[in-house]
């Protein structure tokens, strides 16, 4: 999760938000959850403060994915069974047209389970490919947030129109 933090702040994400999932394996409470989110945010900082990038992103404590709220109006989780790629649905659809406003959901290495997936869709997350690999979730994750950057962010991205 470090190294994740640390390469999501370079490629310029506004927000990280830490979710337990039926499949991933760390469960923290109390303090060390307070301790983990402190370090992230320090991480964040250095991040920041190598790649040139003056506004910080927020790095919420990790929650449950049930509680999982966000006013993006792209919702977009990660899914190798996915049937719709990662550029196509950022362009097509209601409430998907190019919105630079995106909350990306990322699995844990296994993926999400059933009941994770249940919990994205009621939120409105549509479920998307990547390819025709299956990544390790962090490279995915930055596969992703790379994607995105290109076609909606500030790496001086593709030419379209509406």
């Known amino acids: 999760m470090d190294w994740v933090v640390q390469k999501a702040t370079e490629l310029g994400v506004s927000?990280?938000?830490?979710?337990?999932?039926?499949?991933?394996?760390?469960?923290?409470?109390?303090?060390?959850?307070?301790?983990k989110q402190q370090r992230w945010q320090e991480i964040a900082i250095g991040a920041c403060e190598q790649s040139g990038r003056n506004v910080l992103p927020?790095?919420?404590?990790p929650i449950a994915l049930a509680e999982l709220a966000t006013a993006a109006a792209t919702r977009l989780m990660l899914d190798p069974g996915g049937a719709t790629a990662l550029g196509s649905?950022?362009?097509?659809?209601?409430?998907?047209?190019?919105?630079?406003?995106?909350?990306?959901?990322?699995g844990p290495e296994g993926g999400?389970?059933?009941?994770?997936?249940g919990v994205l869709r009621k939120a409105g997350f549509v479920a998307v490919t990547l390819g025709p690999r299956v990544?390790?979730?962090e490279t995915a994750g930055l596969a992703a947030i790379s994607v995105l950057q290109l076609l909606l962010g500030d790496f001086g991205g593709c030419e379209r129109s509406s």
């Open 135 to 137: 990544l390790r979730t």
């Open 15 to 35: 927000a990280i938000r830490p979710v337990f999932t039926e499949h991933g394996e760390v469960r923290v409470e109390g303090k060390p959850r307070l301790r």
């Open 112 to 117: 999400f389970g059933d009941q994770d997936r």
């Open 58 to 61: 927020t790095i919420h404590a």
């Open 89 to 106: 649905a950022l362009f097509s659809g209601p409430g998907q047209a190019g919105s630079a406003s995106v909350a990306l959901a990322i």
